[in-house]
């Protein structure tokens, strides 16, 4: 079973920028692909990014394309989630999530989830 934990949410004045991350429990499965979601309230989940397992793959929600970078070590069982120039369009919880390959915006594809982190970005 992997847990993902995220961290790094908080409140940032537009403009600004944050750095997520996500601590996998167990190393990942081999090829596993992971991504980033959104909620915002009274929205539905929105992918944002996901990567492949070496990171030569990357793929982002339009909406975030140069303002958003994913990383990740997966030596370190850690993936990353840098935004800068945030929007109070992004205000969302961000949740972290595994699949045992890369999925893309698939969410259906993804196998585990992070009970998600908190940003907000004032006007």
């Known amino acids: 079973q992997v847990q993902l934990v995220e961290s790094g949410g908080g409140l940032v004045q537009a403009g600004g920028s944050l750095r997520l991350s996500c601590a996998a429990s167990?190393?990942?499965?081999?090829?596993?692909?992971m991504g980033w979601f959104r909620q915002a309230p009274g929205k539905e989940r929105e992918f944002v990014a996901a990567?492949?397992?070496?990171?030569?793959?990357?793929n982002y929600a339009e909406s975030v394309k140069g303002r958003f970078t994913i990383s990740r070590d997966s030596a370190e069982n850690m993936t990353y989630l840098r935004m800068n120039n945030l929007k109070p369009e992004d205000t969302a919880i961000y949740y972290c999530?595994?699949?045992?390959?890369?999925?893309?915006?698939?969410?259906?594809?993804?196998?585990?989830w992070g009970q998600g982190t908190q940003v907000t970005v004032s006007s």
């Open positions: 999530a595994a699949a045992t390959y890369y999925s893309g915006s698939a969410d259906d594809k993804y196998d585990y």
């Open positions: 167990v190393r990942t499965f081999s090829r596993s692909g």
């Open positions: 990567i492949s397992w070496s990171g030569g793959k990357t």
